[in-house]
């Protein structure tokens, strides 16, 4: 979504800010709807609010349907025709959409990281582990704190930290990371594909075939430098499962003593808005 209309959409009232995006994202909204329908008819009946989530959040394309826990209660006065049904879908989406578009505008930034979930690999196991990155300083009592992968020969073997969010529904802005020194990282986001899923820190098998990631980051280029290193993501990005993983890519680090090539990240930091408790997600398994 550019800039000028994010920043319009903050301050213009409701009819004001349908204007103005449909001024920078031509619709189906045909100009005789204008003059026929009610205004409010009309962002039901053409789907503006969820075309307008879906400009800001393309994530949302793979969703396939939105529930209310409290329905409306329309029934008793309308009957169950399969016109009535598809009117009360139209206005159930226009209410879920116009919610979540209201959340994105009006939440605070927080921490949204909530656990460490696995390592690509670790070299020396719980000393070394990623639970460590959690901690804000490179330092817990008289030891230092920090992950380590193993050792390898080729400096390319890229290695991933793999987290789980506070919410299953957060949208991530920021990410900062404090390495000892890699050339490059990437982001995913997504979900693990059982719903039944769960990590263990301990567990280096936790990769990528066990998770559906929805987002996937260009490369970020690394300082060569040991100190915390923000990632301000071009576009906020709605993460829909509530997993995030970091790839590093290209090691630094080579080890005097077995002569192999290490990355080592003491801190980790997620910046975003979480949506729970108001709004949340099933991944439907497809088995």
Request: with cysteine; aromatic share 8%; glycine share 4%.
């Amino acid at each position: 979504m550019p800039q000028q209309l994010h920043n319009i959409c903050a301050h213009l009232r409701a009819r004001q800010v349908v204007e103005a995006y449909a001024i920078f994202f031509p619709v189906r909204l045909r100009p005789q709807d204008h003059f026929r329908l009610p205004f409010s008819e009309a962002l039901v009946e053409n789907g503006l609010c969820k075309e307008l989530c879906l400009r800001l959040f393309p994530q949302l394309s793979r969703v396939s349907h939105v529930v209310e826990l409290k329905q409306h209660e329309t029934e008793d006065h309308v009957g169950s025709s399969s016109n009535w049904m598809e009117r009360e879908s139209m206005i159930k989406d226009h209410r879920v959409y116009a919610f979540l578009a209201r959340c994105c505008k009006s939440l605070d930034a927080k921490s949204c990281i909530q656990e460490a979930i696995s390592a690509s690999s670790t070299d020396n196991y719980p000393t070394e582990s990623i639970s460590n990155t959690l901690e804000a300083g490179d330092r817990v009592g008289w030891r230092a704190s920090y992950w380590s992968s193993t050792g390898q020969n080729d400096s390319r073997v890229p290695e991933t930290l793999t987290y789980k969010l506070v919410s299953d529904l957060c949208v991530i802005t920021k990410i900062s990371i404090q390495p000892f020194q890699a050339r490059a990282v990437r982001f995913r986001m997504g979900h693990p594909k059982s719903p039944n899923f769960e990590g263990d820190p301990s567990d280096e098998l936790c990769h990528d075939d066990k998770f559906e990631w929805t987002y996937t980051s260009q490369e970020f280029p690394m300082a060569h430098v040991s100190r915390l290193q923000k990632f301000k993501l071009p576009e906020p990005v709605l993460c829909i499962g509530g997993y995030l993983q970091i790839e590093l890519l290209g090691r630094v680090q080579r080890q005097e003593m077995d002569g192999l090539y290490y990355i080592c990240v003491s801190h980790v930091q997620v910046v975003g808005h979480p949506l729970a408790p108001a709004l949340g997600v099933e991944v439907i398994d497809p088995s």
